[in-house]
Nanobody, 124 residues
């Protein structure tokens, strides 16, 4: 498995921005899919975005398209989620996840490594 540590969450006003980071270690990530999920209070965990550790293909949930950008820094073994135009409904705990596959799945069952999560709160 891969060890993942998220950071960058916090409190922000609606319309603001945050950048989440996910530091990865433990394995060579070249054949891994990386993703961000989130869980809002009282709701199930949902897919946000995914990106292969190599290649340029990305996948986003419809609710964040055009506002969030997933990226990585291979030299730093770090995955990012740039979140712009934040809305109160984006409030959730955000989790980084990794799967030993090149398939960018949206189902959390695909991913076998998870970080501890970072809280994002967007005030109206």
């Amino acid at each position: 498995q891969v060890q993942l540590v998220e950071s960058g969450g916090g409190l922000v006003q609606a319309g603001g921005s945050l950048r989440l980071s996910c530091a990865a270690s433990g394995r060579t990530l070249s054949n891994y899919a990386m993703a961000w999920f989130r869980r809002a209070p009282g709701k199930e965990r949902e897919f946000v975005a995914a990106k292969g550790w190599i290649g340029a293909i990305t996948k986003y949930a419809d609710s964040v398209k055009g506002r969030f950008t997933i990226s990585r820094d291979n030299a730093k073994n770090t995955l990012y989620l740039q979140m712009n135009s934040l809305k109160p409904e984006d409030t959730a705990v955000y989790y980084c996840a990794a799967a030993p596959t090149v398939y960018l799945g949206t189902n959390s069952d695909l991913y076998d490594s998870w970080g501890q999560g970072t809280q994002v709160t967007v005030s109206s």
